[in-house]
């Protein structure tokens, strides 16, 4: 049985830094692509960012290029996404996206899912 476990997620003041993390069970860590999702109150979820299973390839959503960085330990089948200078519009709960082959940008696809980390930043 495959589980996805985020943590991290917490209340923070507009501009401050959180890292979350997503530690993987039950598949070949390694072989997977990985990343995050993030589903906003009463909006749709949308990608945010993904790794390939090597680390070697990123890519970001253009909301958050440049303030997030995703990475990831294999050894520890685990990925982080260091989240900094947050924005109130970075309030979402976070989900941890797992998929054989390339992480899509759009949900569907996706091959397992954490239960997400809710993340809430205030002005």
């Known amino acids: 049985q495959v589980q996805l476990v985020e943590s991290g997620g917490g209340l923070v003041q507009a501009g401050a830094s959180l890292n979350l993390s997503c530690t993987a069970a039950?598949?070949?860590?390694?072989?997977?692509?990985m990343g995050w999702f993030r589903q906003a109150p009463g909006k749709e979820r949308e990608f945010v960012v993904r790794?390939?299973?090597?680390?070697?390839?990123?890519y970001y959503a253009d909301s958050v290029k440049g303030r997030f960085t995703i990475s990831r330990d294999n050894a520890k089948s685990t990925i982080y996404l260091q989240m900094n200078n947050l924005k109130p519009a970075d309030t979402a709960v976070y989900y941890c996206?797992?998929?054989?082959?390339?992480?899509?940008?759009?949900?569907?696809?996706?091959?397992?899912w954490g239960k997400g980390t809710r993340v809430t930043v205030f002005s």
């Open positions: 996206a797992a998929a054989a082959v390339l992480l899509p940008i759009e949900p569907k696809g996706v091959d397992y």
């Open positions: 039950g598949l070949t860590f390694s072989k997977y692509a």
């Open positions: 790794i390939s299973w090597s680390a070697g390839i990123t």
